[in-house]
């Protein structure tokens, strides 16, 4: 069974920072692309971050320079450093696990992130 858990979100004030992790199970993950998505009230889904199975990064613009993807293949586990956080971050966090042959994806449950005074 696969599992993704994300962890690490929370309440933090604009300019603070944050640490997800998402720790998997049931996959290879070392052969997986590994992404960070979120998702705001009334938006859609969108890409934060990806990080590929050979350790290529891409990020949103919205992020770049601020947030940083990272991957340890031994502990199963990819994670997103967020600094400089600001108000429109705010949204639900979620971990994607992608296989791209035959096109596999699992995803987390979400966790919270809010970015507020």
């Known amino acids: 069974q696969v599992q993704l858990v994300e962890s690490g979100g929370g309440l933090v004030q604009p300019g603070g920072s944050l640490r997800l992790s998402c720790a998997a199970s049931?996959?290879?993950?070392?052969?997986?692309?590994m992404g960070w998505y979120r998702q705001a009230p009334g938006k859609q889904r969108e890409l934060v971050a990806v990080i590929t199975s050979g350790g290529r990064s891409t990020y949103a613009d919205s992020v770049k320079g601020r947030f940083t993807i990272s991957r340890d293949n031994a502990e199963s586990t990819v994670y997103l450093q967020m600094n400089s956080l600001k108000p429109e971050d705010t949204a639900v966090y979620y971990c994607?696990?992608?296989?791209?042959?035959?096109?596999?994806?699992?995803w987390g449950q979400g966790t919270q992130v809010t970015v507020s005074s």
């Open positions: 994607n696990a992608h296989l791209p042959w035959p096109g596999l994806d699992y």
């Open positions: 049931g996959i290879t993950f070392s052969s997986y692309d």
